[in-house]
């Protein structure tokens, strides 16, 4: 059996102890120090061990190694299986036939979102980041999602939402998910705020609101009136010890 040169990074990879689990500071030397050595990013370095050890086309099985990548060995922020299974329950909940993703990063909840759709569900993914997106799209398709029912749309959030009903033919959007900066949390709502396409019994689900935190989409969210709100409190993905939370909003429209 021929072993690859990815094999043997993965194997010295996975003979460490989770080191952002130690110290992040730890963490980031490491990363900085891997990267130039391996000619890889982490988002890299990951979907090479999903593709050589997740079973394509199933959905649960693409999810599962990457949990294990990140739990494991290189910590990259998905939104990670103890706050995806709130999220599950919501799309349950809500079936939403159009949704919305700011923040695809490597695939990982673009999957988690798109295995829970009812048949007929689209689901339009949105990432700046044009190295990563060529990663969402590949471990997208490998879980055996189409265009029709994801699309990616490679551009920054804030040029997408204003072009959403002229150019993809939106008229509501059921469920957003943001994972994306957090600085842009604010402006975003604000921005589907405008665009209309937030209707009665729309649901805005914002990962990462205590940590790293997004205090001006908070007191927006507050001080708008337009949403019964609350946090789902959780820790941050893939860590024991750091406090997060997701905010769930319900859109009410202005009373």
């Known amino acids: 059996m021929t072993t690859t040169t990815h094999d043997n990074h993965s194997a010295f990879l996975l003979s460490l102890p989770n080191i952002y689990s130690q110290s992040p500071i730890s963490w980031c030397v490491f990363r900085m120090w891997y990267d130039c050595t391996t000619g890889l990013s982490r988002e890299e370095r990951a979907f090479q061990y999903v593709l050589t050890h997740a ?62 759709l009812p048949l007929g569900a689209r689901l339009y993914s949105v990432e700046m980041d044009a190295i990563n997106a060529a990663i969402a799209e590949k471990i997208i398709r490998l879980a055996g999602f189409d265009d029709d029912t994801v699309e990616l749309i490679v551009s920054p959030s804030d040029e997408v939402i204003p072009r959403l009903r002229a150019d993809y033919g939106l008229e509501r959007l059921d469920f957003v998910f943001m994972d994306h900066w957090k600085k842009c949390y604010r402006p975003d709502l604000q921005a589907l705020e405008g665009s209309g396409l937030l209707g009665k019994g729309s649901v805005v689900l914002a990962d990462n609101v205590l940590f790293p935190g997004a205090p001006n989409f908070l007191r927006h969210v507050r001080k708008s009136g ?25 859109y009410q429209g202005i009373k």
């Open 55 to 116: 079973i394509p086309g199933d959905p649960e099985s693409i999810l599962e190694t990457f949990d294990l990548w990140c739990s494991k060995v290189e910590f990259i922020s998905n939104i990670g299986p103890k706050k995806g299974k709130i999220m599950d329950r919501m799309l349950s909940e809500h079936s939403p036939l159009t949704v919305l993703e700011l923040g695809s990063h490597c695939g990982y909840s673009t999957v988690r979102i798109a295995r829970a």
């Open 226 to 250: 337009l949403y019964e709100w609350k946090i789902h409190r959780a820790t941050l993905e893939y860590s024991k010890g750091i406090r997060d939370g997701m905010a769930e909003l319900v």
